[in-house]
């Protein structure tokens, strides 16, 4: 069983900055996974923010790519996401996402999400 648990969401005006953490554990958790983050606004589908292999390659969502940082902490089993420049489209549940498998993802464990509010 693998937990993922997030924290860091919050409320933040427009052009502010937050940063986000999820903490891996369990007993099949492999650090070699490839973790990400991915985010749902209100009546919209999950999409792709950011995603990090184990060896530190990333892939982003061009409407993120600039803005946003993913980087992971492979001995302390944690992935980060830094984001600048918020705007109200940011708006949406986080969710880390984590799991084996080839490619970006999404992968088979996620944690519950937590909540990023970008409002005046």
């Known amino acids: 069983q693998v937990q993922l648990v997030e924290s860091g969401g919050g409320l933040v005006q427009p052009g502010g900055s937050l940063s986000l953490s999820c903490a891996a554990s369990?007993?099949?958790?492999?650090?070699?996974?490839?973790m990400g983050w991915y985010r749902q606004a209100p009546g919209k589908q999950r999409e792709l923010v950011a995603v990090i292999t184990y060896g530190g390659v990333t892939n982003y969502a061009g409407s993120v790519k600039g803005r946003f940082t993913i980087s992971r902490d492979n001995a302390k089993n944690m992935v980060y996401l830094q984001m600048n420049s918020l705007q109200p489209e940011d708006t949406a549940v986080y969710y880390c996402n984590t799991g084996p498998g080839r490619g970006w993802g999404p992968f088979g464990y996620w944690g519950q999400g937590t909540q990023v509010t970008v409002s005046s």
């Open positions: 369990g007993s099949i958790f492999n650090r070699i996974y490839t």
